[in-house]
């Protein structure tokens, strides 16, 4: 199995469709770092990303988070786990292509909604009726996610890891992106 990678991999994708636990999988199996925008962000700001929209706004949050992916996307390569609406500004889509490779963890909305409806960190969910809202989200992001230059489609009764290793596989046929064992 290939270890490294020549570039960084950038998972992109709605909520819940396993960019972390995939991310941190494919990291642990490459040998790379594994880096997440939120969690960055979080660091940097001493807040949740919930206290951030709340007290900033969406807008303000949109602005730090595309500062640091492009941070993270300068540094070494490794496998980087972006939010879910990182991948709708065309700046992060731009240095995600000049800098690394966009891979589309495709969920369908019954795996997006199993997995996250029991979740109280996910702010724009934060709705009357949080399914539809999920609903329309996937329907309004799914044209910029199709923009990723690898798309791996999740499926229900994969593991972590053999998710992981799916998308490795996909990598792998993609090209140019993996290094190879010496």
């Known amino acids: ?6 570039k960084t991999v950038a998972l992109v994708g709605m909520m819940g469709a396993g960019k972390t636990a ?3 999988a494919m990291a ?3 040998s790379v770092p594994f880096l997440d925008s939120d969690a960055e962000i979080e660091k940097a ?3 949740s990303v919930a206290e951030i929209f709340s007290r900033d706004g969406e807008a303000f949050f949109r602005q730090r988070e595309a500062e640091v992916i492009a941070r993270l996307l300068e540094t070494q390569q490794a496998v980087l786990s972006t939010g879910g609406g990182a991948f709708l500004a065309e700046v992060n889509r731009n240095i995600i292509a000049k800098n690394g490779v966009a891979v589309w963890l495709k ?8 997995r996250v409806r029991h979740k109280s960190t996910r702010p724009l969910l934060r709705t009357e009726n949080p399914y539809e809202t999920l609903k329309s989200l ?3 992001r799914e044209p910029f996610y199709a923009k990723a230059g690898i798309i791996v489609d999740a499926e229900p009764n994969l593991s972590i890891e053999a998710m992981a290793d799916k998308v490795i596989d996909a990598l792998a046929r993609h090209g140019g992106i993996l290094k190879e064992d010496q």
């Open 107 to 114: 969920a369908d909305l019954n795996i997006l909604w199993n």
């Open 22 to 24: 995939v991310g941190k």
């Open 45 to 47: 700001a001493a807040m």
């Open 1 to 6: 199995m290939a270890k490294g990678l020549k």
């Open 28 to 30: 642990a199996r490459l």
């Open 138 to 140: 996937v329907k309004a």
